[in-house]
Every structure is written in structure tokens, then in C-alpha cells.
T-cell receptor
Framework: ETGVTQSPTHLIKTRGQQVTLRCSSQSGHNTVSWYQQALGQGPQFIFQYYREEENGRGNFPPRFSGLQFPNYSSELNVNALELDDSALYLC??????????FGPGTRLTVT | AQSVTQLDSQVPVFEEAPVELRCNYSSSVSVYLFWYVQYPNQGLQLLLKYLSGSTLVKGINGFEAEFNKSQTSFHLRKPSVHISDTAEYFCAVDTGGFKTIFGAGTRLFVKA
């Protein structure tokens, strides 16, 4: 158990819709990162938030956005869903040090 | 830019045999190196990490890895595997900034 939770566990959406995924970090973890893991691939970095501000972004379009809240929870929002957005979405939190603690992920299916 | 190459997509091995999962990385700066394990339908669990110091790193579940700077490698080893070690293993690099780069993964399949 890493103390990081994600909801929902599974989600099915239709192309063009919008989705919000949620992550709850451990208390004191002021940094949260989101990753996309397509089937059979390694996780790809989407972005990172530090003290409620985005401070790094991977190669993902602006329709992927996020929020981080003072209570150590965060959200990943994806607009205009595409079929290729189907993946496992992982959040990971840390205190700013080297070790990240991953949640169990949300499996998103876009039809 | 950093990159990670896991040289084997699948590694089948018999129970109680030794195993090595290979990882090479590319970076122009110093890196932190990690190995994670992912069991089916679960998130990632940290096996071990190299930050600095001794190049032989010991992790959980009897795994160890050796950092080789000249060969830019960080291979994962276990002297005797169990059925329960069947999982996906990911090598990752981090420059201490915000972005962790993962390899494509190696599926370890332990056979009875």
C-alpha cells in the first residue's frame, strides 16, 4: 500500500466526451505527477504539479489538463476524448525527493 | 534528452533459476535509476533505486541491480525466482527534476 488512491477504477467514455480522473496523495506529498500507460507500454509522463502549479509537462496536447488542491488531492482532465486516449492513467506523489508513490491507476476505455 | 531501453520484452525462466533483466539508458547528465514492478491490474511498486554511492543496489523481494556508468546500464538480477515474481518490470531514469522516463517494460514469466 502506497497511500495513494485513484478513482474511479474503471471508466468507459465515448469519443469526443470529457473525463475527470481523481487522485488522493499521502499527506505532506506536495508534488504529484500523472502518467499515461497504453497497453503493452511503459508509463509516459503527462505533467507534474507542485504546490498547485504545473511545473513540468510531457509531450501531451493542451486538452490534457490538471489541478492540484491544498488537501493533497488532484485531478486529470481530458477533453475531446480520442480512441488513442484509452489507457491506464497513473498518478504518483512525492515530497519532492526521489521516490514516487504510485496509485493503482484508472483504466479508461474510449469507444 | 534521456531515454531508457529494456533489451528484452519477455523473459521466460523456470522457478528457482536465476534471472537478469537488462536496462540501458542514455543521458547527458547524472541520473537517478529505478526499477519498478507492476502486477496485473495494479500500479507500480518500487523495487530498488540508485541515487549515488555503491553501484550494487539491493531492493525488495531479493532483487538487486548494478549501476555501470561506463556501459550506461542498470541490469536487474535475482539469484532464484519464484512463481510470484511473474510480472512486468520497468526500468526508469530521473534527472532529479520533474520527469521520469520509463522503458517499455520486460515481462518476466516464471514457469513451474
Amino acid at each position: 500500500e502506497t497511500g495513494v488512491t485513484q478513482s474511479p477504477t474503471h471508466l468507459i467514455k465515448t469519443r469526443g466526451q470529457q473525463v475527470t480522473l481523481r487522485c488522493s496523495s499521502q499527506s505532506g506529498h506536495n508534488t504529484v505527477s500523472w502518467y499515461q500507460q497504453a497497453l503493452g507500454q511503459g508509463p509516459q509522463f503527462i505533467f507534474q504539479y507542485y504546490r498547485e502549479e504545473e511545473n513540468g509537462r510531457g509531450n501531451f496536447p493542451p486538452r490534457f489538463s490538471g489541478l492540484q488542491f491544498p488537501n493533497y488531492s488532484s485531478e486529470l482532465n481530458v477533453n475531446a476524448l480520442e480512441l488513442d486516449d484509452s489507457a491506464l492513467y497513473l498518478c504518483a506523489s512525492r515530497t519532492g525527493g526521489d521516490e514516487q508513490y504510485f496509485g493503482p491507476g484508472t483504466r479508461l476505455t474510449v469507444t | 534528452a534521456q531515454s531508457v531501453t529494456q533489451l528484452d520484452s519477455q523473459v521466460p525462466v523456470f522457478e528457482e533459476a536465476p534471472v537478469e533483466l537488462r536496462c540501458n539508458y542514455s543521458s547527458s547528465v547524472s541520473v537517478y535509476l529505478f526499477w519498478y514492478v507492476q502486477y496485473p491490474n495494479q500500479g507500480l511498486q518500487l523495487l530498488l533505486k540508485y541515487l549515488s554511492g555503491s553501484t550494487l543496489v539491493k531492493g525488495i523481494n531479493g532483487f538487486e541491480a548494478e549501476f555501470n556508468k561506463s556501459q550506461t546500464s542498470f541490469h536487474l538480477r535475482k539469484p532464484s525466482v519464484h512463481i510470484s515474481d511473474t510480472a512486468e518490470y520497468f526500468c526508469a531514469v530521473d534527472t532529479g527534476g520533474f520527469k521520469t522516463i520509463f522503458g517499455a517494460g520486460t515481462r518476466l514469466f516464471v514457469k513451474a
